[in-house]
């Protein structure tokens, strides 16, 4: 029996430049929940992500990953996360093939073509990602998720530039994930439909 | 990512993006074919002057590739990646500027006899030339690194760049040229090249390090 995963941040203080995104925020999250960032343009939704990874530090705050203060060094957490930011490091000289064994070398070609088809690029293995759209780039990114054991995934706007089926299966592949005691934090300003999420408000 | 996925992965992105490597060697070729037609093209002038020259032609070479090391990465978010990986972000520095040294530093190896007879270097001293190209260029590359993952995020970053590490590189163009030119003179050239090696060793110890704070604060 796995212990259930839990993420909580304490009295997070975030700043950039001047401004403040957050004082005194507070959320915990577990294994089974999707936590979805809101908040206008500008108003930090990446920046609480990419604290929550450790490459933003804030002025005052605390997280904890199953328990354990990782606030100093993320490495605990990082083993069990997936993130996905803005720019999702889809690899333009590669082929879609090549851009997701570089991030899980160890899945068979099986796997990898089950994942793109999961996304709909299965017709593209051999093209160059410098031909892909804007949407199918990020969807060579989100074939990762189809690949992965990890229980925390954190996502910078996933459902940008995909069209209304893209959207529907990520929504799917983000409930399964979630049943098996997965935790998603993501950023979206599209409205759910299958989802339930918990909001977290960053108010400007 | 695994490290041997990511280092093939360098390598087939250097191997893709062979026009700029081959840029820089085009680059080397032409500075030591022009430089006898500027100046002199005597064999009494060019042959004291080819270690010089060479290695000129060399640390520029190496300059304009490692200038935008980590440019496309930051573009494309991989950096971001770097740092989720769970790898040390040193580690895949090193990795990155060592395939990146393979692929430049092989070519300009082959090319070097044959330069260097153009330049009228005596064949006896070829082999010093190698030795200090091998044993010096590591500094050049990792100094270099630093020097990119400082100016990664910037817009016209490269000319701050030049200005960083162009001091840096001068202690080992004085130490490279010592050695080939006390060869010349049969003198004793071990100590230049040691001294080479503890460059390049030190430059290994440092720069990954420094390289990695860099791109972290780059990155946020």
Known sequence: MQAVTTLCVENLWLERGDRDLCRGLSFSLQGGQVA?????????????????????????????????????????????????GHTPGVKSVFTVAENLKLYAPHSSNQELEYALTQVSLDAYWDTPAAQLSAGQKRRVALARLWLTQKPVWLLDEPFTALDVSGVEVLEQRIKDHVITGGIVVLTTHQPLHSLNPVTIELAS | MTL????????????????????????????????????????????????????????????????????????????????????????????????????????????????????????????VMLVSVLVGSPALFLIGAIGAALTVSLRGGAVLMLLLILPLYIPVIIFATGAVRAAQLEMPFTGQLAILGAISLLALAISPLMAAISIKASVS
């Open chain 1, 36 to 84: 979805r960032i809101i908040g206008e343009n500008g108003a930090g939704k990446s920046s609480l992500l990419k604290y929550l990874v450790g490459t933003l530090s804030a002025v005052e705050g605390s997280v904890a990953f199953n328990g354990e203060d990782i606030s100093a060094h993320r490495d605990v957490l990082i083993q069990d996360l997936l993130y996905i």
């Open chain 2, 4 to 127: 041997s996925s990511f280092f093939k992965a360098e390598l087939l992105t250097l191997f893709r993006r062979k026009q700029s490597i081959f840029n820089a060697l085009i680059f080397f070729v032409m500075v030591v074919t022009l430089f006898p037609l500027g100046v002199d093209p005597s064999p009494d002038f060019l042959a004291p002057a080819a270690g010089g020259i060479i290695w000129c032609a060399i640390a520029l070479a190496i300059l304009m590739s490692v200038e935008s090391l980590f440019k496309e990465d930051y573009n494309d978010g991989s950096l971001e990646q770097w740092l989720v990986s769970g790898h040390s972000v040193s580690v895949l520095v090193l990795l990155k500027v060592f395939a990146q040294w393979l692929m430049v530093v092989i070519p300009l190896v082959l090319a070097l006899p044959f330069l260097s007879k153009m330049l009228f270097l005596a064949s006896e001293l070829i082999p």
